[in-house]
């Protein structure tokens, strides 16, 4: 027997090696790529005299909306890796457990009891912080009721998440009916997934929170690699699948909270790129997957907003044509019935 592992353990060393030398030729690749269009989007028709005072002030300003496109991607990207892993199908997005259906309710009440002039009043991080807490305790108590009991199941999770998400809708859909036409178009401008929506102040949070859940993503990148098997293999191999599930979705909430809070609903954008890494990273690891899911990610909403914004003149249409490309993908993939 000891013969036999002797013989093959050199023919699977090469194959991992190959695996992690194209994985790596591709992300610099796309690293290059993203390099390239932030250049791009900082410097691009710029009507001043280069390195001038008023040349670095403009590049000083396109660099909020730079960094908080790498914040959002990140955010989506990973958020959606992570809810495919635990929830073992790649059609699924988190917005089917109700999280961005929750912050509109948030800001719709907000609203329709105490005045469109609450939004301005309680901008800040702050109200982040808040927004974003509320969600994920929703998302905690949801998860811990319904899936960490003793006969708990992901997908009775999963359906309680979307009925919830549907009754959230039709709230915010019943109070923003009885608002004045004045109030109604404010609150449909703050709820339409924009990056103009964001506010420098925001970002500082959003990265720690970020870099903390990269920091414990990559920790047990290993244990997703095993629950993205399955659950029965996963607790074959030993791995606390309800308590890895639980963890991951939780990590999930905390992610698209941030998400949602700084620039609105995105429902497709983290789905399309999700889809699309698994596709070209050449390699199903989470150690490969994340790095490139994310770099694809800011490639993707860059590149949009560097073409409508500087090219077109339409940086407003930078989420619908993502959220309308995502669409058509989810439809499509549901109607090859998931073969991905």
């Known amino acids: 027997m000891a013969d ?19 994985w790596a030729k591709r992300i610099t690749v796309l690293a290059v790529v993203a390099v390239v269009v932030t250049v ?14 008023g040349f670095y002030k403009i590049v ?16 989506q990207a990973v958020a959606v890796v992570l ?58 108590v949801l998860y811990g009721w ?20 549907t009754a959230f809708g039709t709230l915010s859909a019943f109070m923003q009916r009885m608002l004045v036409p004045a109030d109604f178009d404010i609150l449909s401008a703050r709820l339409f997934g924009s990056i103009a929506n964001s506010n420098p102040e925001y ?9 903390a859940a990269l920091f414990f993503v990559f920790g047990k990148r290993h244990r997703l690699d095993v629950l993205a098997l399955g659950r029965e293999t996963s607790i074959n191999l030993g791995l606390s699948y309800k308590r890895e599930v639980l963890t991951t979705l939780i990590l999930v909430a905390v992610l698209i909270s941030i998400s949602t809070s700084l620039v609105g609903p995105m429902t497709f954008f983290g789905f399309i790129v999700a889809t699309l890494a698994y596709q070209l990273a050449g390699s199903q690891q989470h150690r490969h997957i994340l790095p490139f899911a994310m770099l694809l990610g800011v490639v993707t909403l860059l590149g949009s907003y560097f073409v409508l914004h500087h090219i077109f003149r339409a940086a407003g249409l930078v989420t619908v044509i993502i959220e309308f490309i995502g669409g058509i993908v989810f439809v499509v993939l549901l109607l090859r019935k998931g073969s991905l």
């Open 83 to 140: 809810f495919h892993t635990a929830t073992g199908n790649r059609i699924l997005t988190p917005s089917i457990m109700g999280f961005e259906s929750l912050y509109v309710v948030i800001q719709t009440a907000m609203v329709f009891f105490f005045g469109v002039e609450t939004l301005s009043a309680t901008d800040g991080v702050g109200k982040v912080l808040v927004q974003s807490a509320i969600m994920v305790a929703f998302a905690t």
């Open 203 to 211: 970002l500082p949070v959003g990265y720690v929170v970020l870099a």
């Open 4 to 22: 036999v592992v002797m013989k093959t353990a050199p023919r699977v060393r090469p194959a991992l090696d190959a695996e992690t030398r194209s």
């Open 146 to 165: 319904l899936f960490g009991g003793k006969f708990g199941n992901l997908h009775i999770t999963l359906l309680v998440g979307l009925v919830l998400g």
């Open 40 to 53: 791009l989007v900082l410097t691009w028709n710029i009507a001043v005299e280069p390195f001038s005072a």
């Open 60 to 75: 000083e300003m396109r660099l909020t909306t730079v960094v908080t496109i790498i914040l959002v991607a990140s955010c």
